[in-house]
Nanobody
Framework: QVQLAESGGAAVQAGGSLRLSCVVS????????LGWFSQVAGKEREAVAF??????DAHYADSVKGRFTLSQGEEALYLQMNSLKVEDTAMYYC?????????????????????WGQGTQVNVSS
């Protein structure tokens, strides 16, 4: 029903940029949301950004506001990461859930989306 596949992770120096991509296969038109989460080994997964597929406003974690930008393409979700910091180093996951925006927002803040990709690693060095 839902398939997600991330790519684009790499090693980059602080201040650099990366663009993460997520190929999305989902068959619930206009009732789902997509987002990005990050996780450092040994720590809990954290919400980074999300938006509904219907074109609602994108929501961002305070730590990435002004630096990361979420965008959508045909069957794809992107995360443009600018001005990267060492603390952005993490595994980044694309995830999806099914529901209206308010429901998705609650799930996103708790990193509790239902469907997950395998992740793509971002390493930022000083």
């Amino acid at each position: 029903q839902v398939q997600l596949a991330e790519s684009g992770g790499a090693a980059v120096q602080a201040g650099g940029s990366l663009r993460l991509s997520c190929v999305v296969s989902i068959y619930v038109p206009n009732r789902y949301c997509l987002g990005w989460f990050s996780q450092v080994a040994g720590k809990e997964r954290e919400a980074v950004a999300f938006a509904t597929w219907a074109g609602g406003d994108a929501h961002y974690a305070d730590s990435v506001k002004g630096r990361f930008t979420l965008s959508q393409g045909e069957e794809a979700l992107y995360l443009q990461m600018n001005s990267l910091k060492v603390e952005d180093t993490a595994m980044y996951y694309c995830a999806a859930d099914i529901g209206v925006e308010s429901y998705c927002y609650r799930k996103w803040t708790n990193s509790a989306f239902i469907y997950w990709g395998q992740g793509t690693q971002v390493n930022v060095s000083s």
